[in-house]
């Protein structure tokens, strides 16, 4: 286990370099430049202010040079300094990452609960009208763009019933207490982890269904069968478990999505993550915030690849033995 | 389904006005304004990158910044000036200077007082290096004449409504948070300090901006709200749905989808207006680069202009709510407007025959001669304006590539590198001509690299004359005479020209008064906004 370890933080180095490298030739590439935004907001015109700003965002060396001084900054732990928004790098992406972290994995964890149940159900009932209505809505919520779910549930719920707000992450204004501010932050949090958590809960109620088909099928189960064993407790210890792989798969890859946020979902809801402030780094080629985010979303995929390799080892005794 | 279109838009603010008089209540001074409450309020933009930026940045960070720090005087929807941080200002009868009274007893919001010190410093190290430049050209210093009074001194007549516009235009901050530092990276951007009717309160990013009632606002009962909060939803359609569920109650600057408008006034809840945007109207305009032999020539230039139906632009792009244009200068601009200059029809037919009449016949279906089309991608109208545009082209013949680049690149393209032969982009101007709308078409006005300014390389010794004419009359007589002969020159030989001024829209509860009167509604401090609750 700590060699998997290891192993995971020492390719990370290579990896994140990578990450660096790329992503700074590509921004590089990209027609129009930082200070093309800033000068055009901003009306500058004098050669002499020009040349001030180009110092200022270190644009005046050459582009090996600012990639140097960028890795090198980055391995003391620096991203970098925003200069659209007066603030260091790492305060920008901070100060949206708690909203993302929380839409991201309470919607991760609604769909692997929904999911799972869903396709265990649908699996155990195949062939029935339950399982055609599971797969029904599985293909409806895959199908249903986001950004029109989201206005359904905001008309539904929000407009006509009053029961949750339409966007935002709390109440603005007042001191609820920690637990009013918790019951605040669900209430908000209801309906954009619905919207999220209902697609991605389609994918795994589809997986998890064929997956438990082809476990029940297998010669062990029918085994744990003879053996006279409980339909439950062959359901459970034997079909479920060995059934969750590929779902397990499936949430890593998901993990390693956590940080992009959903430029859509956060759009929708007024949700204050980090795909809106992505998108608006790359509009506005803000390459500092951009290579910021993609440098801890590599971090967060090395971190997940990770997790979901422990989680075998722990699922499948044969890999830990490998 | 029926479309919400500016003529019924129109009609119905009409006939609202209508029902209003013969109810025998004035419009707008039939209540007194009562103090108290919050107001949610959003625009159609996205989140400011941030609160304050000292050389501008755009409407986003003009919003915010503009409840909290303030000019020296204002400018109201009639076009005429208020005493803000300036009590008075008077020209000499030379307009070679002006002496500026400054308000007493004004404190800034964190306790410190408003001194002559604050104004030197601006106009010294702020307004002329920093924010408004080509429009202080004349500019050679301001000194104290007196206890609360300075004298601001040009090399060159200023005109009165010229100054004072730059004065209702640039923002006054504080010298002891900006003296010795760099401006565009100082802390105080996003944690402004000023002299406004709102104190900055808490900015979370991605979600809102709040602000608190200044209790020692220098005008005595206002502002009128206890609490001002800036909200931003990316998506139009959910501010619609926050509107109806009361989590907005007032949004500038086309805050929701066109076809929810009529929704929400038709649910007696909401106002339209399209009023308060007196100094910074929209439009939507075409340029053609000199540069390119061909359409250099005007012959060329306004058979293009013959080939395009405005009104197509108009009603199919704008979905009604914008109006065709008629002149470099929009109607909206009631001071120095002249619809009264050359006008091209749409005739695609004599548009063919004057482009054979300019050297570029048709011969066997082959085209006339091709054109880079760059539809700038600040605004998605111009990618369906650029659409329209190719399609009208090789109609009469003229092959055309269009592109619609992102934001970045379209400067980059257009005032970067002059690398197209017609664009289509936007300008929003304020009353005054010079020097923001005058740089579109000077010779002057070419600066490579510079946004919004003369990408089209249009140089005419006739029309620097006008506009140098204009930059130092002081007669505002001859000077809308001056103005007309701007417009006609460049009617004549249309470098650029508006193709749609663009109608915005506020949409605001019933309970939010005092914004009727605003030039700016989105620059202006709010201090007039009331809830009757």
Redesign the interface.
């Given at each position: 286990m700590r060699r998997i370890i290891l192993r995971r933080l020492l390719q990370a180095i290579p990896l994140i370099l990578g990450v660096i490298v790329l992503n700074f030739a590509l921004i590089q590439m990209a027609p129009g430049t930082m200070l093309d935004v800033i000068t055009s907001e901003q009306q500058v015109s004098d050669p002499e202010q020009l040349e001030h700003l180009r110092r200022l965002y270190g644009m005046d060396q050459p582009s090996i040079v600012q990639l140097w001084n960028y890795i090198l900054s980055v391995f003391r732990l620096d991203l970098g300094y925003s200069y659209r928004h007066g603030a260091p790098v790492i305060d920008v992406i901070t100060a949206h990452l708690p909203a993302t972290l929380i839409l991201m994995l309470t919607s991760i964890l609604l769909a692997a609960i929904v999911g799972v149940a869903a396709g265990v159900a649908s699996s155990l009932k195949v062939n029935t009208i339950w399982d055609a209505l599971i797969s029904l809505c599985a293909v409806f919520f895959f199908a249903a763009p986001t950004f029109w779910l989201g206005i359904m549930l905001i008309i539904i719920f929000s407009v006509h019933l009053g029961w949750f707000p339409v966007g935002g992450m709390r109440t603005i204004g007042g001191d609820p207490g920690l637990f009013g501010a918790t019951l605040d932050l669900l209430r908000h949090l209801a309906l954009p982890a619905i919207t999220l958590g209902l697609f991605y809960a389609a994918i795994y109620a589809r997986v998890m269904r064929a997956s438990m088909l082809e476990v029940q099928g297998l010669d062990f189960v029918r085994t744990a069968r003879a053996k006279g064993l409980s339909p439950f407790r062959v359901t459970v210890a034997h079909v479920l478990r060995n059934a969750l792989l590929p779902v397990v798969t499936l949430l890593g890859l998901q993990l390693s999505t956590v940080l992009g946020g959903s430029v859509v979902v956060e759009a929708v809801f007024n949700w204050p993550g980090i795909g809106s402030l992505m998108v608006d780094a790359v509009m506005s080629r803000n390459y500092p915030v951009v290579l910021g985010i993609f440098v801890l979303s590599a971090c967060v995929v090395i971190v997940a690849n990770l997790i979901v390799d422990l989680a075998y080892a722990r699922l499948d005794p044969r890999i830990r033995a490998r | 389904m029926k479309r919400f279109g500016r003529r019924t838009f129109l009609t119905f603010v009409s006939a609202s006005a209508a029902l209003l008089q013969l109810s025998g209540l004035p419009a707008a001074q039939a209540q007194t304004p009562k103090n108290g409450g919050?107001l949610?309020a959003t625009w159609g933009g996205?989140?400011p990158?941030?609160l304050f930026?000292p050389?501008?940045?755009?409407g986003a960070p003009e919003f915010t910044s503009t409840k909290v720090l303030e000019p020296m005087l204002t400018l109201d929807s009639d076009l005429n000036f208020h005493p803000a941080l300036a009590t008075d200002v008077t020209p000499a009868s030379d307009f070679l200077s002006y002496k500026i009274k400054i308000r007493e007893g004004v404190t800034w919001h964190d306790g410190k007082p408003l001194t002559v010190d604050d104004i030197i410093f601006n106009a010294d190290k702020y307004w002329k290096?920093v924010v408004a430049?080509?429009a202080l050209q004349f500019y050679t210093g301001i000194k104290q004449t007196g206890p609360n009074e300075v004298t601001v001194s040009f090399s060159q007549p200023t005109p009165e409504f010229f100054f004072k516009s730059v004065l209702a235009r640039v923002l006054v901050i504080p010298k002891h948070l900006y003296d010795g530092k760099?401006f565009?990276?100082?802390?105080a951007?996003?944690v402004p300090i000023g002299t406004g009717p709102f104190k900055f309160k808490e900015w979370?990013?991605?979600?809102?901006v709040?602000y608190t009632k200044n209790e020692n606002y220098w005008n005595k009962g206002e502002p009128h709200l206890d609490?001002l909060?800036i909200?931003?939803?990316?998506?139009p359609?959910?501010r619609t749905?926050?509107m109806?569920?009361g989590?907005l109650q007032m949004g500038v600057f086309n805050p929701v989808p066109a076809a929810d408008i009529k929704r929400l006034v038709d649910s007696g809840k909401f106002v339209a207006s399209s009023s308060g945007y007196l100094t910074s109207a929209w439009a939507s305009t075409i340029e053609f680069n000199s540069r390119n032999p061909i359409v250099k020539d005007p012959l060329v230039r306004k058979a293009i202009m013959h080939a395009i139906d405005k009104n197509f632009v108009v009603d199919v792009v704008f979905s009604g709510r914008a109006k065709a244009g008629k002149s470099f200068v929009s109607s909206t601009n009631t001071k120095f407007h002249t619809g009264d200059v050359e006008q091209y029809k749409f005739d695609p037919e004599l548009a063919k025959k004057m482009l054979d009449q300019a050297g570029y016949p048709s011969k066997n279906g082959a085209p006339r001669f091709s054109v880079k089309l760059v539809a700038a991608g600040w605004f998605p109208e111009n990618g369906r304006i650029g659409q329209y545009v190719k399609q009208q082209l090789e109609d009469i013949g003229v092959a055309v590539e269009l592109t619609v680049?992102?934001?970045?690149?379209?400067?980059?393209?257009i005032?970067?590198d002059y690398a197209f032969d017609i664009a289509v982009g936007n300008h929003a101007a304020p009353v005054e001509l010079v020097p923001v709308q005058t740089n579109y078409v000077t010779t002057s006005g070419i600066?490579k690299?510079?946004?919004?300014?003369n990408a089209n390389g249009y140089s005419n010794p006739e029309l620097d004359a006008v506009v140098a004419k204009l930059a130092v009359e002081t007669d505002e007589t001859k000077r809308t005479d001056l103005a007309r002969q701007f417009q006609t020159i460049l009617a004549r030989d249309v470098p650029i020209t508006i193709l749609a001024e663009i109608e915005s829209i506020t949409v605001a509860s019933k309970q939010v008064k005092g914004y009727e009167h605003l030039a700016n509604v989105l620059a202006d401090s709010w201090s007039t906004i009331w809830l009757d609750r």
């Amino acid at each position: 286990m700590r060699r998997i370890i290891l192993r995971r933080l020492l390719q990370a180095i290579p990896l994140i370099l990578g990450v660096i490298v790329l992503n700074f030739a590509l921004i590089q590439m990209a027609p129009g430049t930082m200070l093309d935004v800033i000068t055009s907001e901003q009306q500058v015109s004098d050669p002499e202010q020009l040349e001030h700003l180009r110092r200022l965002y270190g644009m005046d060396q050459p582009s090996i040079v600012q990639l140097w001084n960028y890795i090198l900054s980055v391995f003391r732990l620096d991203l970098g300094y925003s200069y659209r928004h007066g603030a260091p790098v790492i305060d920008v992406i901070t100060a949206h990452l708690p909203a993302t972290l929380i839409l991201m994995l309470t919607s991760i964890l609604l769909a692997a609960i929904v999911g799972v149940a869903a396709g265990v159900a649908s699996s155990l009932k195949v062939n029935t009208i339950w399982d055609a209505l599971i797969s029904l809505c599985a293909v409806f919520f895959f199908a249903a763009p986001t950004f029109w779910l989201g206005i359904m549930l905001i008309i539904i719920f929000s407009v006509h019933l009053g029961w949750f707000p339409v966007g935002g992450m709390r109440t603005i204004g007042g001191d609820p207490g920690l637990f009013g501010a918790t019951l605040d932050l669900l209430r908000h949090l209801a309906l954009p982890a619905i919207t999220l958590g209902l697609f991605y809960a389609a994918i795994y109620a589809r997986v998890m269904r064929a997956s438990m088909l082809e476990v029940q099928g297998l010669d062990f189960v029918r085994t744990a069968r003879a053996k006279g064993l409980s339909p439950f407790r062959v359901t459970v210890a034997h079909v479920l478990r060995n059934a969750l792989l590929p779902v397990v798969t499936l949430l890593g890859l998901q993990l390693s999505t956590v940080l992009g946020g959903s430029v859509v979902v956060e759009a929708v809801f007024n949700w204050p993550g980090i795909g809106s402030l992505m998108v608006d780094a790359v509009m506005s080629r803000n390459y500092p915030v951009v290579l910021g985010i993609f440098v801890l979303s590599a971090c967060v995929v090395i971190v997940a690849n990770l997790i979901v390799d422990l989680a075998y080892a722990r699922l499948d005794p044969r890999i830990r033995a490998r | 389904m029926k479309r919400f279109g500016r003529r019924t838009f129109l009609t119905f603010v009409s006939a609202s006005a209508a029902l209003l008089q013969l109810s025998g209540l004035p419009a707008a001074q039939a209540q007194t304004p009562k103090n108290g409450g919050t107001l949610v309020a959003t625009w159609g933009g996205f989140e400011p990158q941030a609160l304050f930026v000292p050389a501008g940045g755009g409407g986003a960070p003009e919003f915010t910044s503009t409840k909290v720090l303030e000019p020296m005087l204002t400018l109201d929807s009639d076009l005429n000036f208020h005493p803000a941080l300036a009590t008075d200002v008077t020209p000499a009868s030379d307009f070679l200077s002006y002496k500026i009274k400054i308000r007493e007893g004004v404190t800034w919001h964190d306790g410190k007082p408003l001194t002559v010190d604050d104004i030197i410093f601006n106009a010294d190290k702020y307004w002329k290096p920093v924010v408004a430049g080509p429009a202080l050209q004349f500019y050679t210093g301001i000194k104290q004449t007196g206890p609360n009074e300075v004298t601001v001194s040009f090399s060159q007549p200023t005109p009165e409504f010229f100054f004072k516009s730059v004065l209702a235009r640039v923002l006054v901050i504080p010298k002891h948070l900006y003296d010795g530092k760099e401006f565009a990276t100082n802390p105080a951007n996003n944690v402004p300090i000023g002299t406004g009717p709102f104190k900055f309160k808490e900015w979370v990013r991605g979600s809102h901006v709040a602000y608190t009632k200044n209790e020692n606002y220098w005008n005595k009962g206002e502002p009128h709200l206890d609490n001002l909060i800036i909200r931003y939803w990316r998506d139009p359609s959910s501010r619609t749905a926050a509107m109806e569920a009361g989590e907005l109650q007032m949004g500038v600057f086309n805050p929701v989808p066109a076809a929810d408008i009529k929704r929400l006034v038709d649910s007696g809840k909401f106002v339209a207006s399209s009023s308060g945007y007196l100094t910074s109207a929209w439009a939507s305009t075409i340029e053609f680069n000199s540069r390119n032999p061909i359409v250099k020539d005007p012959l060329v230039r306004k058979a293009i202009m013959h080939a395009i139906d405005k009104n197509f632009v108009v009603d199919v792009v704008f979905s009604g709510r914008a109006k065709a244009g008629k002149s470099f200068v929009s109607s909206t601009n009631t001071k120095f407007h002249t619809g009264d200059v050359e006008q091209y029809k749409f005739d695609p037919e004599l548009a063919k025959k004057m482009l054979d009449q300019a050297g570029y016949p048709s011969k066997n279906g082959a085209p006339r001669f091709s054109v880079k089309l760059v539809a700038a991608g600040w605004f998605p109208e111009n990618g369906r304006i650029g659409q329209y545009v190719k399609q009208q082209l090789e109609d009469i013949g003229v092959a055309v590539e269009l592109t619609v680049p992102d934001r970045p690149t379209s400067f980059k393209v257009i005032y970067g590198d002059y690398a197209f032969d017609i664009a289509v982009g936007n300008h929003a101007a304020p009353v005054e001509l010079v020097p923001v709308q005058t740089n579109y078409v000077t010779t002057s006005g070419i600066l490579k690299g510079v946004p919004f300014r003369n990408a089209n390389g249009y140089s005419n010794p006739e029309l620097d004359a006008v506009v140098a004419k204009l930059a130092v009359e002081t007669d505002e007589t001859k000077r809308t005479d001056l103005a007309r002969q701007f417009q006609t020159i460049l009617a004549r030989d249309v470098p650029i020209t508006i193709l749609a001024e663009i109608e915005s829209i506020t949409v605001a509860s019933k309970q939010v008064k005092g914004y009727e009167h605003l030039a700016n509604v989105l620059a202006d401090s709010w201090s007039t906004i009331w809830l009757d609750r």
